[in-house]
């Protein structure tokens, strides 16, 4: 993951769950690991926030307590983890193309799941466990057609 700090312009609304305020962006904020922090501009307050991405919404949830916050609001996020990673890698292309198994047919957010669930591996033995699992619920592609 690289160290750049993004900053992206954001509009949202605000709505309450059993845990407390979140910040729904009208924008989906793509390329971004999902339970990252970082800093909500709105006017002359900056929020800590805990990003949730979901597969077409974006939710912010502060982590301090926020006063009084317009129903609809604008402001400034800043991202200091940057974009995760999107490349396919290559182990995994590998036991792909070994098994004539597609991974282009991944839509986005199956990828971006794939790719952290791999991702995630803390062992060899659970990366190779991992890939296997990936690798089998693709679907099969026919090499002598391609």
């Not at 597969?55 to 912010?60: E, F, H, P, Q, R």
């Amino acid at each position: 993951m690289t160290s750049t700090n993004e900053t992206l312009p954001v509009t949202g609304t605000t709505r309450q769950d059993e845990h407390g305020l979140l910040l729904v962006l009208e924008q989906h904020v793509e390329g971004h690991d999902t339970f990252l922090t970082g800093r909500l501009e709105l006017g002359s307050k900056s929020v800590p926030v805990r990003i949730i991405s979901l597969d077409d919404v974006t939710v912010l949830r502060p982590t301090e307590a926020v006063s009084a916050l317009a129903s609809r609001w604008t402001g400034v996020l800043h991202l200091p983890h940057g974009a995760r990673q999107r490349r396919i890698p290559v182990d995994l292309t590998d036991a792909a193309q070994e098994r004539a198994r597609d991974v282009a047919a991944l839509d986005p957010a199956e990828l971006r799941y794939a790719l952290t669930f791999l991702g995630e591996a803390t062992t060899d033995a659970i990366r190779a466990a991992r890939i296997e699992a990936i690798v089998s619920a693709l679907p099969s592609y026919h090499p002598e057609a391609a």
